[in-house]
């Protein structure tokens, strides 16, 4: 139940395209949805999050799009650029539950130009 | 004004050894967890400290392993006699409060290979 799964596992994208991340949970008491980007040698940086009170969430090219119901939220990025090759991760966590957040798997994008 | 920090960047052990990893968390920040990622896997939660105390352990494996976050000083993971299974990223992570009202802010990591 503590699960959360991500897919695809690795993902080519034109630059200019769409590229979309899917997340499943199955935890209904998760009340905050991060997604993080991950460069190579490098930590996770939080990129954008969401919580289940709103159904889509925008900053810049980057997108969340949630759906409670579903248990499923995914990452749209617009316009996808080279520079955006990296692995993101979503997760998910629970504030009742210690706030600890629970990953997936991720998913190595990679832009061709 | 420093992120996460973490050292060494890199460790080899040999079997048998014992690795101490060492996390700075930002300033101000009282939340400390510890991930661990192994290749082409994601971040595994490890342990939720805030200072002096043990929140959430629940990712430590029961022996071998033992996690601190003293009063004064860094955050320091402990692993006794180390195996070559331990070779991983570990990930050092703090934030101000409870996720979900604060980002939570990564370090960039400890490799350690076990040899």
């Known amino acids: 139940q503590q699960q959360v799964k991500q897919s695809p596992q690795s993902l080519i994208v034109q630059k200019g395209g769409i590229s979309i991340i899917n997340c499943a949970y199955e935890n209904t008491a998760f009340d905050y949805f991060p997604w993080y980007q991950q460069f190579p040698g490098k930590g996770p940086a939080l990129l954008i999050a969401?919580?289940?009170?709103?159904s889509e969430k925008k900053e810049g090219r980057f997108t969340i799009s949630f759906n409670k119901s579903a248990k499923q939220f995914s990452l749209h990025i617009m316009d996808s650029q080279p520079g955006d090759s990296a692995t993101y991760f979503c997760a998910a966590s629970s504030y009742n539950q210690g706030g600890k957040l629970i990953f997936g798997q991720g998913t190595e994008l990679s832009v061709k130009p | 004004n420093a992120g996460v920090m973490q050292n060494p960047r890199h460790l080899v052990r040999r079997r048998g050894q014992e690795a101490r990893l060492r996390c700075s968390p930002v300033?101000?920040?009282?939340?400390v967890y510890w991930y661990r990622q192994l290749p082409e896997e994601g971040l595994k939660f490890m342990v939720y400290?805030?200072?002096?105390?043990?929140?959430?352990e629940s990712g430590m494996p029961k022996e071998r392993f033992s996690a601190e976050f003293p009063k004064e000083g860094p955050s320091i993971l402990r692993i006794q006699q180390v195996v070559r299974g331990d070779s991983a990223a570990y990930f050092c992570?703090?934030?101000?409060?409870?996720?979900?009202?604060?980002?939570?802010?990564f370090g960039n990591g400890t490799r350690l290979t076990v040899t």
């Open positions: 969401i919580r289940p009170d709103v």
């Open positions: 300033k101000g920040h009282s939340h």
């Open positions: 992570a703090s934030s101000p409060l409870i996720p979900g009202d604060s980002p939570l802010h």
């Open positions: 400290l805030q200072k002096e105390n043990i929140i959430d």
